[in-house]
């Protein structure tokens, strides 16, 4: 069993940057998957980023170069940074862990979730 807890989200005007931190429970994070989600009003989940463990990494294509996903194992934290926001950007963004070896967009493949941070841009 993994519980995460998302953290750093807030209010941030366009341009600016914030920095998402995920922190896990238990001994074996080092062995997850990690990813990040994000979820606007009315919209559906969509994918954010993707980071294996052996830390490759992928992103939704529209976020490549904005956005930067990382991990600290011995923290047992996943972070996502968050440059050039725009609002649209703005959602509420999640942390997932999976079990699997290779990057996934899928949501159904990640087995555990955080209860989700707010990110707000103004314009």
């Known amino acids: 069993q993994v519980q995460l807890l998302e953290s750093g989200g807030g209010l941030a005007q366009a341009g600016g940057s914030l920095r998402l931190s995920c922190a896990a429970s238990g001994r074996t994070f080092s062995s997850y998957a990690m990813g990040w989600f994000r979820q606007a009003p009315g919209k559906e989940r969509e994918f954010v980023a993707c980071?294996?463990?052996?830390?490759?990494?992928t992103y939704e294509e529209s976020n490549q170069g904005r956005f930067t996903i990382s991990r600290d194992n011995a923290k047992n934290t996943v972070y996502l940074h968050l440059n050039s926001l725009k609002p649209e950007d703005t959602a509420v963004y999640y942390c997932a862990a999976g079990t699997f070896a290779y990057v996934s967009q899928r949501a159904e493949r990640y087995d555990y979730w955080g209860q989700g941070t707010q990110v707000t841009v103004s314009s």
């Open positions: 980071i294996t463990r052996a830390g490759t990494v």
